[in-house]
């Protein structure tokens, strides 16, 4: 984000619109912040509850499964036009209609296909009683597919103090039906019921967020245009799901389900600050990287800071759980969980590769380089599946994860890198803003290990640990400060 957008002064000089935008941009940012950072802080605690308590490993590794069909179906289920609302110049109330038609009934396509099919997937995955999970959740595909179009209209008037009004309902029925049906012994079917009624109440938020853009219509040239549109970014879409869900699946169908449940919970926890910083980020980013799109140099500025930002707030948490991973899970989640700890450190660098290749995939959507994602995204899951296949017969869990760093941080990094640079956004731009950043992760993963190894992992020890590495992180990275506000350039 440009120096306006992170939320400061405009200098004298600046257009009024570009005042405004920036305006608008800094608001939607603090307010999706504080929205992801309530609301995933509130899933944590749910978690926490369902796996002390009410569902073991097994259950979980179902639960897992279900998710990451729901996930995948999800990536394409609008064929990718309702970007169209955030991204298309003019009146989106022209051709929303269309979208909404489109939307919907490649929803409910897909989710008959599905239904269908369910047992089947469900052996294929190694989990042959989740098959009445998945059509019990995959209906969030349909509510979802009717949502896209307030959504977007929220989006693009960066109006997220309404979306988190939305995500608080969504996040409260949602939890209360899972933890209801939980207690009563229903599993991970109490996930399912959960999405289902926490969706339900989403698309009723954004309607009433957004009146009148729940309209149905339909305009031929107009829906050539979306399909045009939306059809590689979906595609681009679907392939990136894949990347992240299809270590789930190879688990599943290679390993056990004790192995499965553990290894979910492993990557859930390193998906918490993708969640937290990464979400609340790119809610906002692809509409402000779309309003530079035709500014080169803003363009780059802009990313470069919004990836400095990013780093910066992740960086910490990545190492913390990584290097505290035992201590974390046993504490948080007891002891019967422990084997998953072995996976999380690996899992905790993906994460971080996760945040960084996300905010490039927005920057590249929002200046039309559809081609490049799709190539980035099919090499990555062509290159991915053999090697997780190998790496769980080796190595179990944690050979799937170490698979997971190998092809992400030697082909796919490099990759994405190229493809920035083709976009206007060049190598210096990305190290300037992660230099600071990982030089501070590399001082505060010594000494968080270093006082492990004198303190021990008790639970006070653990609290002074972590906040002496903390607070050697912000020292690490204050020379920076300057430069993640737009008001000076960082330097080393």
């Known amino acids: ?9 405009a200098p004298a000089g600046t257009p009024p619109e570009a005042a405004s935008l920036g305006r ?7 307010w999706s912040l504080v929205n992801t950072v309530v609301m995933r802080l509130g899933n944590f605690v749910t978690g926490i509850i369902l796996a ?16 990451t069909v729901l996930l995948v179906l999800l990536s394409a289920n609008e064929l990718g036009v309702s970007l169209a609302i955030v991204r298309w110049e003019g009146d989106p109330r022209r051709f929303a209609p269309t979208v909404l038609t489109l939307s919907a009934a490649s ?9 269908a099919a369910a047992p089947a997937v469900a052996r294929v995955l190694g989990s042959p009683e989740a098959a009445g999970i998945l059509r019990v959740m995959c209906v969030c595909v349909v509510l979802d597919g009717l949502s896209q179009v307030p959504a977007g209209f929220l989006t693009r008037e960066f109006a997220q103090g309404r979306r988190m009004a939305i995500d608080a309902v969504n996040f409260v029925l949602s939890t209360g039906v899972t933890l209801l049906l939980a207690v009563q012994g229903w599993g991970a079917m109490s996930f399912a019921w959960g999405s289902v009624a926490g969706n339900a109440a989403a698309l009723l938020g954004c309607c009433l967020a957004a009146p009148g853009t ?8 107009q829906a050539k245009a979306l ?3 939306g059809l590689p970014l979906a595609g681009a879409s679907m392939l990136a799901l894949g990347v992240v869900n299809v270590d789930t699946m190879v688990v599943g169908s290679a390993l056990d389900q004790l192995a499965l449940g553990f290894y979910v919970l492993a990557f859930n926890i390193s998906g918490w600050p993708v969640r937290i910083i990464s979400e609340a980020a790119r809610r906002v980013s692809f509409a402000g990287f779309s309003r530079l799109a035709d500014s080169p140099g803003a363009l780059a ?42 996976a999380l450190p690996w899992l905790m660098a993906l994460g971080l590769v996760r945040i960084g290749c996300e905010l490039a995939y927005d920057c590249l959507v929002a200046i039309s380089r559809r081609r490049s994602l799709i190539g980035v995204q099919g090499l990555w899951l062509v290159l991915l599946v053999p090697v997780l296949v190998v790496g769980a ?17 030697a082909v796919v990094v490099p990759v994405f890198l190229y493809a920035l640079h083709r976009g206007g956004v060049s190598l210096r731009t990305v190290a300037r803003a992660c230099a600071w950043p990982f030089l501070g992760g590399a001082v505060m993963a010594c000494v968080v290990l270093g006082l492990e190894r004198l303190l021990g992992d008790g639970v006070l020890a653990v609290l002074a640990t972590g906040t002496a590495g903390t607070l050697c992180y912000v020292v690490c990275v204050l020379p920076s400060r300057g430069f993640l506000r737009g008001t000076a350039p960082a330097r080393g």
Do not use: N
């Not at 608008?24 to 603090?30: I, L, N, P, W």
């Not at 729940?214 to 040239?221: I, K, S, T, V």
């Open 301 to 342: 500025g802009g990313f470069g800071r919004a990836l400095g930002v990013v780093m910066t707030g992740t960086v910490p948490l990545c190492v913390l759980l990584a290097a505290l991973a035992s201590p974390i899970v046993g504490l948080v989640y007891g002891d019967r969980w422990l084997p998953a700890a072995a």
């Open 107 to 115: 929803s409910c396509l897909l989710y008959a296909v599905l239904f």
């Open 214 to 221: 729940l309209r149905f219509g339909w305009d031929r040239e």
């Open 24 to 30: 608008k941009v800094g608001s939607a940012a603090r």
């Open 52 to 67: 002390r308590f009410f569902l073991g490993p097994e259950a979980w590794g179902v639960y897992g499964i279900a998710q």
């Open 227 to 229: 399909l045009r549109f």
């Open 1 to 9: 984000m440009t120096g306006t957008e992170a939320g400061v002064r």
């Open 393 to 409: 017969g080796a190595g179990g869990i944690v050979g799937v994860a170490q698979g997971h760093v190998l092809v992400a941080g």
